[in-house]
């Protein structure tokens, strides 16, 4: 007599339970019932009392705002603007002013950081004190303070404009800022990029070429001198045939202060220059630990196959060392990012300093507003991390297939 | 047959002597290898020597040499009176110290502030080291006693009442809100059309809920009233609270195992809190009270650390279990809660907090302006601690759990006494780390009109009585100093738990 197979018991009861309350079935469920009751009163009575609050200060709620003008100046603006442009206008000026300051302070920090990072794993004893003395100096004063230091002592004790410190008669920096010659482009502008582009792909195509020779039939084909000439070649026959692509306006001093030439202001130095150094300063140890973390076995392998120094690390330490480098790299480029809300403490108009400082106390829209400053930032930081992990998965199936 | 006729691959005469191999120890040894060794590093080397000396010369110059140690008033710091390049002045410092410290905080009532700095240090010292006893009870006093202490100590004012008030008080105020909410909806369920009816049962029915709780919390409410008719409320109320704990803990946690143990842990706690009462004369109005807006200086840029250290930790742990809890809605809120507040910068957090907040809270009920502050470090925090918390958690191998399991701990216990010690204890250098980040973040709180260190150093600056060209750099380098020594302090002290945490990893 055959022994019937029983039927397997319905999974649809358990597969409910753990849909609903987890790991922990029911009482999971009633958890989360609790927890959502809870949200919703506190929700409940945030709303109340901001409406009545609201009513209570005569603000109406809402983005009818933004339209209205916001009637004030800015003194640093990528677009142009006026006292009569609305608060999108000031909105998108301030974002810009902060994309600004994000990007040159991460191309500065980046610089510093991998030098320091350099200084701090040189031979050299006293090299690699020094290093370390500034990323524990730095690193240990709060960016605040850096940034009021370099706003409020070392800017403004920089002489006025009459004796300002010259570099090639072309820079000057002065307490008003920073003056530096205005490019202003010719006629030859256009073909000069265009021959810039070209060089560029041209090389671009090149060294592909000879990486897929190499791999192919290992003949070593040395293109540099090659790619060389044409970034360097046609760009210039470019200027022989159309003319210089821009000539520079350089500011004179006249009577108490410079013409001509473009002002950079001082907030923008003094904010720029302390987050550079801040963040590099943690960017240094990162690419320290980075590189020490590629084991001392492949440089020495390396070697061994007959590799020179500058080529073991270019092709060898370094690609290791980026995959343990880049996380973090990155979170402190947004670390940079949203510490340039400083800003506002130095009068720098950024995001935070003409929205949320400015527009908010003339409109005391103070809900939409900094609802809108949050909200942007945590764009910023949710698609750039959504990058990184694209990046991490694509690494690891790369490393495990 | 002999073999003495000399071989002529053998040498007759002595190998001259060989110069002695380079000197790789003591100080020569040290220069030759690690900083003349090659031509390149040579120049390395001098180019760094010059470079100290351009920089670290005329920086103690400043701070030492040329400085001005003693003077009433800025023409001490000028140098057409001294004569000579002036550095540092000072005596803009010695001047400016009280308020440096404390900000406008009372002078007669310094003395608090005083008291408060050792208590905590007294505190806080024995649980940086680990080789001393009794850490549990040192966390406890540092973690749960000494902020009530000192929020009493630094603010003032006394009590009218303890545990059974409050208790009657937020559970009667959360009921009636329900109330309100039942009986709204149930109002704006009568004017709806479609879908009105079924909003006015869910009002009835919440206000149904909504008066049963409120009979179940009769003989609470009526306790309430009972005590505030003593003449000394906070004895009674105080009396009452501890026969309530004590029966609850009697109930529940005393059994054959733990014996009598939680009942005295109990007795001990009310008698603290009685001392505490008892001393700081919490029951006949306390100490005068010094109001927020008068502290400032170093004491404000404590409590606001502190405070966010210790905050800190409990909305960690809270969120970094959620994150990791397989309820769908709880693992969502936190992931969501955690990474709104870790995407966008403490200065927003703060603006929220400032301008955003008192919109939530009841008309008429006003927050102080340090405590809105503090709410929004304590989030901001709170998330960055969930992360470190969340790793640690991590990091505890899955049989540590499941073994706690097989011994038929429940979920709660599992948690509490196997997953999260170890959780902590492998992630305090990250903690720490945190904590240096959060004091230097203190400094923002200077950006929302609080006089923190760095906010009663600008303030100091604007006093014409004191302005020199040098004050600017004489504020800076004593701020900078204090800020220095608290983080470089801490990251030291990371570093050595470190090493203790990875001593078996040594080799």
Redesign the interface.
Known sequence: MAIEPRKPPSQLVPRLQ???????GWS??V??LL??AA?A?IA???VG??R???Q?QRITAGFGFLANNAGFDVNQTLISYSGSDPYTRVFLVGLLNTLLVAVIGIFFATVIGFLVALGRL??????SR?AGGYV??V???????QI??WY??VL??LPNPRQSISIFDSFFLSNRGLVIPKPIGNPGFEPFVAAALVAIVAAILLARYSRQQLFQSGRVIKVWPYVLGLLIGLPLLSILIFGLPVTFEVPVLKGFNFSGGARVIPEFVALTLALSTYTAAFIAEIVRAGILAVHKGQMEAGSSLGLQRGSVLRLIVIPQAMRVILPPLTSQYLNLT??S??A??IGYPDL?SVF?GTS?SQTGQ??EI?GI??GV??L???VTSLIMSIYGWRISRSMGG | MSDTTPSAFVRQDLVDERPAPVKTTGLVGFLRTRLFNTSGNILVTIVCALLLWFTVVPTLNFLLVDAVWSGKDRTACLSENTGHVVGACWPFIQAKFAQFIYGFYPEQERWRANLTFFLGALLLLPLLIPRLPAKGVNAGLFFGAFPVVAFFLLHGGGLNGLGVSWTAGLLSGFNDSIGEGGRKLAAAGQSTAVIGPLLWLLGKLIVLISTMISWLLLPLTWLRDLIQAFDRPVWADFVLSAVIALALVFWFGTGKREGLRPLVNCLVIFAGIGLVIALMGLDRGGLPVVDTRLWGGLLVTLVVSVTGIVASMPVGIALALGRRSTIPLIRIFSIAFIEIWRGVPLITVLFFATYMLPLFVPTGFTIDGLMRALIGIALFAGAYQAENIRGGLAAIPRGQDEAANALGLSWAKTTALIVMPQALRHVIPNLVNSFIGLFKDTSLVSIVALFDLLGSMRAAFSDPNWATPTTLFTGFAFTGIIYFVFCFGMSRYSLFVENRLNAHRRN
Not at chain 1, 18 to 24: F, I, K, Q, S
Not at chain 1, 122 to 127: A, D, E, F, I, T
Not at chain 1, 139 to 145: A, C, S
């Open positions: 753990r849909a609903l309350g987890g790991r922990a999971g469920f958890v989360q927890f959502v949200l009163w409940y009575e945030i009392n901001a009545a609050n609201l209570a040189s031979p050299n004893w006293l090299l020094i524990e100096l690193r240990n004063l709060p960016p605040l303070f009021l230091f409020l002592a403004a004790a949203k510490n809300s400083l506002v403490a935070v949320a908010l103070a809900i900094i400053t949050m930032y945590l910023i930081s949710l």
